[in-house]
């Protein structure tokens, strides 16, 4: 019977959806085949109480000044001391910055299994764990050889619980756990932590995403896109070529060497396809293709499209997404 | 100042995986292999660092492959700016999970004492980004991932790193493990002199026996490999009135799809 724990990320006591996700699809998992599932908090303790709501049995919670700003060192640190004492077999993390920057870290001290940006999680006798490689061209089982596995999870993987769901709405008991801190000292902490100007939808994050490419033209005409975003409460990304170009910052980047998404829904403006940008979206639930060429590749791809100057089409559309509230 | 730089040798972002169906085994053979993207720009800082010290500053490229690895050696570490290379070649750890990998690679690093460790912030074949952190714990040293800008003091290093919505700056001491992102700098490419010349620079080949290492046990496998989820054919809406077009498209993703 497997007990499976699941970091809790959050910032000033609210955690990340992407945890939740975790807790529940474990949940739903050890429901079927027996275990427990064990909600892991580093620091602000308030997200607690969320947690039973979520899936969780049981909330384990190490607070501490040590905890006041991240660190992957006293992260690593922390879940070890966890893991070493409470013997889960598998430690779920959110794909975030943060997991992402721990995580392998963590699984290098515990000399345990370690998979990336998981996608599914099956237990039959032994854990197998689907992910995409390649950008999301492929996907892979992955057996688990090892006593305990840290598996990064790809946020919007999973569902949420929801209210009727079994194991939702029970309070999960909470009790503390000693770090193993006293007296470490980390090679390196983070000093500073700015975050950008505008208050923009993070791509990885988002659940609707609108991207821009070529066919957008100049650069001036990327605010096309972001006018969309912002009245389908999108985020905006990009195609290489218009980052590349210098239109837009890598961070908007979609694709195998910028980022991989899966959104519920995913509108490609003037994209015309290139493999590498589809294996960044193809996981997307829903795609929406808007191009001028009928025989772009991105319709192969894409759930929706409309074959049409998107000069005209993107503000019609916003017009008409508008007019749908 | 001794820099590593770890790369690896991975099929270009433009192969198509020809996969048919679910099967144990992804036939990698006639792909287009070319130095990681990500470790480009590894490769590129440490070349830029050693052109602000000067001769003070020797940089080790460092790889885990088979003899065509040595071509991303030759081209695009030391025709570029690293001194000399080392690659262990161990047919076992052929798809070796990362943490194989990290093993291998401490145990090489270990014997160099490097000030600075630059690597990619993920390869684009497997797409695992977990080698550098995990260098960093086998080396119990400082780590910085996805890394858009790093300075570089007596002893230290201050890094931009991107975080969701933003960045965070790390300061540490050296040594560290750094890894590198888009945006950090623009790589060079070689020039034909430089490929020429770099088959005189030193190149050392290892197998695990040399570094006194028995083959790192792998901790996971992968059992099956699938192809992406099928799509239906794409659905066009009627485009002659673009307006009426988009009103279609709305009602469509609100009624049939449900996504907005």
């Known amino acids: ?70 660190n992957s060192e006293t992260w ?126 993070e791509l990885t994050e988002a659940e609707v995403i609108v991207s821009g490419g070529r066919g957008l033209k100049e650069a001036a005409n990327y605010r096309l896109i972001e006018e969309l975003a912002a009245a389908m409460g999108a985020a905006a990304g990009a195609s290489r070529a218009i980052v590349d170009a210098g239109w837009v910052p890598h961070s908007h980047q979609v694709g195998q060497t910028g980022k991989t998404v899966s959104p519920k829904l995913y509108v490609a403006v003037g994209i015309s396809g290139a493999i590498q940008h589809l294996a960044g979206m193809s996981s997307s639930k829903c795609i929406v293709a808007i191009n001028k060429d009928p025989n772009a590749p991105i319709f192969k791809a894409a759930d929706y499209g409309i074959a049409a100057d998107l000069f005209e089409v993107v503000p019609a559309l916003r017009a008409a997404i508008q007019a749908l509230d | 100042m001794k820099i590593a730089v770890c790369v690896k ?83 076992a750890l052929e798809n070796a999970e990362p943490l194989q990998t990290a093993k291998v690679l401490a145990a090489v690093l270990r014997r160099g004492g490097y000030d600075l460790i630059l690597t990619g912030k993920q390869a684009i074949d497997d797409d695992s980004a977990q080698v550098g952190p995990m260098l960093a714990e086998l080396l119990d040293c400082a780590q910085a991932t996805v890394v858009t800008k790093l300075e570089l003091d007596e002893g230290t290093f201050t890094a931009t790193c991107e975080i969701e919505g933003g960045a965070a700056i790390v300061q540490g001491t050296l040594p560290a493990v750094v890894t590198c992102q888009k945006g950090l700098n623009e790589p060079r490419l070689p020039s034909l002199p430089n490929i020429m010349k770099a088959g005189l620079k030193p190149q050392e080949t290892l197998t695990c026996a040399d570094l006194g290492l028995e083959i790192p046990a792998a901790r996971s496998r992968v059992t099956t490999y699938t192809p992406p989820p099928p799509r239906a054919a794409c659905r066009m809406v009627a485009a002659d009135d673009p307006a009426a077009a988009a009103r279609e498209l709305a009602r469509l993703l609100r009624d049939e799809a449900k996504v907005i």
């Open chain 1, 76 to 201: 690593t640190r922390a879940l070890a001391s966890f893991v070493a004492s409470r013997h889960p077999d598998l430690l779920l993390v959110g794909a975030t910055a943060m997991g992402k920057d721990f995580a392998p870290r963590l699984a290098a001290r515990l000399d345990a299994a370690c998979v990336s940006d998981c996608v599914g999680l099956a237990f039959d006798g032994g854990f197998s764990l689907r992910r995409p490689i390649f950008a999301g061209k492929c996907y892979t089982e992955t057996a688990i050889d090892a006593p305990v596995a840290v598996v990064g999870v790809r946020p919007n993987a999973f569902p949420l619980l929801v209210d009727g769901d079994a194991g939702q709405g029970r309070d999960a008991t909470t009790e503390s756990f000693d770090p193993g801190l006293d007296g470490f000292v980390p090679h390196a902490a983070i000093v500073e932590t700015r975050t950008s100007a505008e208050k923009k939808i």
């Open chain 1, 1 to 70: 019977m497997p007990n499976i724990a699941v970091f809790i990320e959050q910032s000033g006591g609210t955690a990340k959806k992407v945890a939740w996700q975790m807790t529940a699809e474990a949940r739903r998992l050890v429901d079927r085949t027996g275990g427990e599932v064990w909600a892991v908090i580093l620091g602000d303790a308030a997200a607690a109480v969320d947690a039973g709501r979520h899936g969780a049995h049981r909330v384990f919670v190490a607070e501490g000044d040590a905890f006041a700003r991240y």
């Open chain 2, 9 to 91: 040798q991975v099929p270009d972002s433009e192969t198509r995986i020809a996969l048919a169906a679910p099967g144990p085994v992804l036939d990698r053979s006639g792909f287009t292999r070319v130095l990681n993207p990500y470790d480009a720009y590894a490769v590129e800082e440490a070349v830029r660092i050693k052109e602000r010290l000067g001769a003070d500053c020797e940089i080790t490229a460092v790889t885990i492959g088979p003899d065509r690895a040595v071509e991303t050696l030759k081209k695009d570490c030391l025709a570029v700016g690293c001194d000399r290379a080392i690659r262990v070649n161990e047919p």
